[in-house]
């Protein structure tokens, strides 16, 4: 299992985390359970199964639903 930080540009509203929370969420590999949104940082916060899934793919799941990464930390 590895966490990931992923720093997206400024939130705007609260139904920006939810989408973006659902789109993280339906990715297969990541633990649902762990996923939060942090909407005054405008970072989400993760563990996924990289053998499962690849960050990149993360990051476009979050690109899809129309927001920008600014960059990943994975630990």
């Excluded at 005054?40 to 990289?50: A, P, T, W, Y």
């Amino acid at each position: 299992m590895r966490t990931a930080t992923i720093q997206l540009e400024s939130l705007t509203c609260p139904s920006c985390m939810q989408k973006i929370e659902a789109a993280v969420k339906a990715v297969p590999g990541v633990y649902t359970t762990t996923v939060q949104v942090l909407f005054n940082s405008s970072k989400v916060k993760l563990d996924f199964n990289e053998a499962e899934v690849s960050v990149e793919e993360i990051e476009n799941a979050i690109r899809r639903v129309g927001y920008e990464v600014q960059k990943t930390r994975v630990k």
